[in-house]
């Protein structure tokens, strides 16, 4: 009788925990969303056709580009900076990576309201030098919130594009410059391209983090850049229809599941060719 592997060992007690804290709670939510009030697929009939669920989908998905647009752009120069730069930049790039990670969500989305508000530090700011006459309203619409998103995002995606930029073949960057290209051609045509595949992942990373955000929409939209998280809230606690909540968290873990079976497809090329 062959023995059990060691890493079988080792990862039991993990598979374990993950599947009595995520697994059997989501066949519970998955049960709920056929039987809730009544047995059949009714509620993802409505899910799927009601349009305020249809609009709140939309505005989830747009939000979620948008974030992830500004967070990759953003993360590529810090990261560029950080693996690129001198020893003092790579320290201070490395501070602004980590000190996000030891504030908590909730704490950095009340800095962005107090920031942003009419009565906040930025309008005060520009009304003191008559940059404006009026505050600008940068909170309560989907502007605030993809800004509190994209600021707590960004050093997410950081990771794969640093790991992308280290595995980099330095030899491609020389023999550019050597046949003359410019810097900036070097880097457009040759550095973006040959670190596109950390692209990909922070954009998928930071997508599949998005689509589940509820603290940063609900306290910077106040309740009109209403996102998917919020409306599953909204089904279950103010409007009790849990079948239906149900159904719209199932949908929503399953677009969770696909970005995150194409991120690691991504991820392993290798693998991908294997098969």
């Not at 908590?104 to 508000?117: D, E, K, N, V």
Request: hydrophobic share 60%; charged share 10%.
């Amino acid at each position: 009788m062959k023995s059990i592997p060691r890493y079988i060992l080792l990862l039991g007690p993990l598979l374990l925990f993950l599947g009595l804290t995520y697994v059997l709670p989501f066949l519970g939510v998955m049960r709920w969303s056929v039987t809730q009030p009544d047995l059949g697929f009714d509620q993802y009939a409505t899910a799927l056709s009601d349009p305020l669920i249809l609009s709140v989908f939309l505005r989830t998905l747009r939000i979620c580009a948008l974030v992830t647009v500004f967070s990759v752009i953003g993360a590529y120069i810090v990261t560029l900076l950080w693996i690129r730069g001198g020893p003092v930049l790579r320290l201070v790039m490395e501070l602004c990576i980590l000190i996000p990670f030891w504030i908590s969500l909730l704490t950095r989305a009340f800095g962005w309201l107090a920031m942003l508000s009419n009565r906040g530090i930025l309008n005060g700011w520009m009304e003191s030098i008559g940059l404006i006459n009026e505050p600008l309203a940068m909170v309560r619409n989907e502007f605030g919130v993809i800004v509190g998103m994209s600021h707590f995002l960004l050093p997410f995606a950081v990771f794969p594009l640093a790991t992308a930029m280290r595995n980099l073949d330095e030899r491609a960057l020389m023999a550019a410059r050597g046949m003359g290209a410019s810097r900036a051609r070097v880097f457009w045509q040759v550095f973006v391209p040959m670190t596109g595949s950390g692209i990909l992942g922070a954009a998928l990373v930071v997508f599949v983090f998005a689509l589940g955000f509820f603290v940063t929409p609900a306290i910077l939209g106040g309740g009109r850049s209403v996102m998917v998280a919020e409306l599953i809230y909204l089904y279950i606690f103010q409007n009790p229809n849990w079948g239906l909540a149900a159904a719209i968290s199932v949908i929503l873990m399953l677009t969770v599941g696909v970005l995150m079976a194409l991120l690691m497809r991504i991820a392993n090329p290798a693998g991908r060719g294997n098969g």
